[in-house]
């Protein structure tokens, strides 16, 4: 046998192990941070790529680790970069699988940091703009990815289709450096491309407020943004600031090499897909991940770009739709529902003609459903009547039953105190017989008197306790009882009104040992209806006796009553310790004939006569709460409620 349990567990372990082997450990560090407008389409094209890999969530852990080297490209920050995952890495239970690295500053670190924290470990970039470094990685059998090669030629063609040989292009860039890596690029290129008069806008050498004039005096021509988050003067601006800062300081469309921005200020061009470079990234990765080397996979050279443009900018300036290539993507261009839901439209075509033949046919049908609705009102007012009639019966006989039940207790209650009384006039009235014959005797002494006189202070004090307490007990049944039938709408002191009424369920609440506590710092007052009252605190008190304690414990059962006056109402808070309620039940308290002791003695009206009496005689709220185990919390209003006029007799003749 024990060696049966033991293979048993081995065999588990076993398991266990398996499926951990199984699962794989993703790092991708990316350069930037969150917020950067490239960041959300390049997360997308990773999972994307994974997915079609056959990873996700359930068979993948994905880690995201952030240089943020575009707002602080200095060494502290690297450095404390490199510290913080060095520390992640050498005290991780697990050990990556690959490794993703997101832009030319992440592929930098990774590659001087392969040898301490990935050894041996698959390294996949995107988003790289050094081609030649990407390139270059296909020595290292480790390494490959996909370069983010910028398309100037064609941007370059559109721009001078739109403004002609000899127009201003104004190219901005700044100092980081992946703007100082494209600027060279784009130099390289325009150098053997002279149809533009060229101004190079450089935040490295000039201000924001320089290049916006420089910005104003371009009327005619066009602007090329690489980058501009920070300027000579140390100030910094993120994308979409610099973005709305060219757009509303330039009268010429902005060209841009990047799908951030297009359609958000930016004009467009032939720009880098990040949601591409991210899903082609990942596809490497994914190949790895299934059993594949990396070195079979040599560095993707072409960028996977689109033609991309803001369609709402054409007519700002001037262009027509025909002067762009046929694979271009429109932002924000207004769509008809012709084209962007072609199968919709012709079936709806289709489903014209047809509700036309439904239509003639439902005609024909029109005048017997009318006669046929003519009878079904009728039949619904006369049910609707009768459920009236039986609810309002039934809401009565609850009453009745609540009455029922206190008179029972009352009565119970009564007679223990009653049969002392009883008990005590006997004996007071042998001692007065004792007391007749010795006086008549003539032997009645000084200390006999002494004695009889302090058994009946004795006795009538205990008589006179026992009938105090059966007549507080009777005042406060009578007010209850009284109230319940009575419709008068009058003034009462909330806290001694429900003392009273928790006086008079003290039989009910004697036999499960519930105490009832109600707390109410200042004096509070309300007009509103006794009666219902009453009965509301009476039904919310039962039902915590059959529901709430229905299997008592040790621990003492309490029911507390908190009263608070807030902006001229009154908020009662009613709450047992019992037992509490489902949550799926929580919803469902209030509806009528919901029951948990349905056939055995539980009507299923108690709480909606609750929330009836609440919501449409003291015109409030209620709700209920409630943790399993920690019992059921009721709150609702009372409102100060105005005699109507018809209460009040007439003053005039």
Not at 75 to 87: G, I, M, Q, R
Not at 261 to 279: A, C, I, P, T
Not at 463 to 488: N, T
Request: glycine share 8%; proline share 2%.
């Amino acid at each position: 046998m024990k060696f049966l349990v033991c293979a048993l567990v081995f065999c588990s372990v076993l398991t266990n192990i398996a499926i951990a082997d199984e699962r794989k450990h993703v790092l991708v560090i990316s350069a930037y941070h969150p917020a950067f407008p490239t960041f959300l389409r390049q997360l997308r094209g990773v999972k994307q790529g994974f997915l079609e890999e056959g990873f996700d969530q359930k068979n993948m852990d994905l880690d995201y680790e952030f240089m943020d080297s575009k707002r602080f490209y200095t060494e502290v920050n690297l450095n404390n970069f490199a510290k913080s995952l060095t520390y992640k890495v050498d005290h991780l239970k697990q050990r990556y699988d690959v490794v993703l690295v997101a832009d030319d500053n992440a592929l930098d670190f990774s590659l001087a940091y392969h040898d301490r924290l990935f050894e041996g470990i698959p390294i996949v970039f995107f988003g790289i703009n050094n081609v030649e470094k990407a390139l270059s990685q296909n020595a290292n059998s480790l390494v490959t990815g996909v370069v983010e090669a910028i398309s100037i030629k064609d941007t370059f063609d559109i721009v001078l289709d739109n403004h002609g040989e000899g127009s201003l292009l104004q190219i901005l860039v700044d100092e980081s450096k992946s703007g100082q890596a494209n600027l060279i690029t784009v130099k390289a290129y325009l150098s053997k491309f002279t149809r533009f008069q060229l101004e190079w806008l450089d935040l490295s050498l000039h201000t924001y407020q320089d290049i916006a004039e420089r910005l104003n005096t371009n009327n005619n021509g066009s602007v090329l943004l690489l980058s501009g988050y920070r300027d000579v003067a140390g100030d910094s601006k993120d994308f979409f600031q610099f973005v709305d800062f060219v757009s509303n300081n330039s009268s010429s469309p902005v060209y841009h090499f990047w799908r951030h921005g297009v359609g958000d200020g930016l004009f467009g061009g032939k720009v880098v897909s990040h949601f591409e470079q991210g899903r082609i990234a990942a596809n490497l990765a994914g190949n790895i991940l299934n059993g594949k080397s990396s070195s079979e996979f040599p560095v993707v050279g072409s960028s996977p770009n689109v033609y991309m443009v803001d369609y709402q900018q054409l007519d700002e300036f001037g262009f027509s739709e025909n002067e762009f290539p046929d694979d271009v993507v429109w932002v924000n261009k207004p769509l008809s529902f012709r084209e962007t839901n072609p199968e919709l439209f012709w079936l709806g075509i289709a489903g014209y003609f047809v509700f036309m033949f439904v239509i003639i046919g439902l005609l024909y049908f029109i005048h017997v459903r009318k006669k046929l609705t003519v009878k079904l009102e009728a039949s619904y007012h006369q049910k609707s009547a009768e459920l009236e009639h039986a609810f309002d019966g039934l809401v009565q006989s609850e009453k009745m039953a609540a009455l029922g039940r206190l008179v029972s207790g009352v009565a119970h209650e009564i007679n223990t105190p009653v049969g002392v009384g009883v008990t005590t006039t006997s004996h007071i009235q042998a001692l007065i017989e004792q007391l007749s014959e010795a006086f008549d005797s003539g032997q009645l002494s000084k200390k006999q008197l002494e004695t009889f006189l302090e058994d009946f202070r004795e006795g009538v004090s205990i008589l006179m306790s026992s009938l105090s307490g059966a007549s507080k007990l009777i005042s406060s049944f009578k007010q209850v009882a009284v109230d319940q039938s009575d419709e008068q709408c009058r003034d009462i002191i909330v806290d001694e009104y429900i003392k009273g009424i928790a006086f008079s369920l003290k039989p009910e609440l004697k036999l499960k040992d519930v105490d009832v506590d109600v707390v109410c710092d200042t004096f509070v007052s309300v007009n509103t209806y006794p009666g219902a009252l009453s009965q509301i605190v009476t039904n919310l008190i039962i039902n915590s006796l059959i529901h709430g304690f229905e299997h008592k414990t040790e621990e003492v059962g309490r029911i507390t009553i908190n009263i608070v006056q807030k902006d001229g109402v009154v908020e009662l808070h009613y709450q047992d310790n019992g037992c509490g309620m489902p949550a799926e039940n929580v919803h469902k308290a209030f509806d009528p004939f919901f029951t948990t002791k349905m056939g055995a003695g539980g009507s299923g009206l108690g709480l909606n006569i609750v929330y009836n009496l609440v919501t449409n005689k003291l015109k409030g709220n209620i709700e209920c709460r409630n943790k399993v185990g920690e019992g059921v919390e009721f709150i609702f209003t009372l409102k100060n409620l105005l005699k109507e006029e018809s209460e009040f007799p007439s003053l005039t003749g």
